[in-house]
């Protein structure tokens, strides 16, 4: 009988313990998508606004106090990841077939970068510049209402051309992209 109780007390325990668990504040998402033909997948914790529209970016906003300011890492938690499965143009940059982190130069509001680096596997403010790929410029627009949790998109345009484009709070930026 004790044993009963026993068994019987710790899984009240552990279901009153799973049903006070939240979701995370920025759960992980996934954008995959193909351009000509080809996989392309980005990884990424999605933060939200939650009430902050118009204080996450600029010099005072939110982001500004991540150490690596002005390099944003694009997403929330751990670093944003893009793999590709094959040779890929985006903007200027050549980028091979492989495994890359993701991050913005968000220096100017107005004219992003998006930074492609080398260096895999890290916490996202964990930036070391000496892995950059490099950088290229991104496209930038206003969206017509806020835009409550970070969105990356993987657009195929045809011809072996598309782009990828990110989306959070007043800010559309996007880069093309093709396949070589």
Known sequence: ??????CTGLLVAAATLAAQQKPPASPPETASGTIGGKAITIQ??????????GKLFGPDGRISK???YPVWRGGANAATTLKTEANLKIGELNVSAGTYT???NIADPDHWKLIVNKQ???WGLRYDKSYDLGETDMTMSTPPSTVEDLKYTITDNGGGSGSITLEWENHVASVPVGVE
């Open 1 to 6: 009988m004790k044993r009963f109780l026993c």
């Open 44 to 53: 990424y914790s999605s933060p939200r606004v939650n009430g902050r529209a």
């Open 66 to 68: 991540d150490p690596h």
């Open 102 to 104: 993701l991050f913005v």
């Open 120 to 122: 895999t596997g890290e």
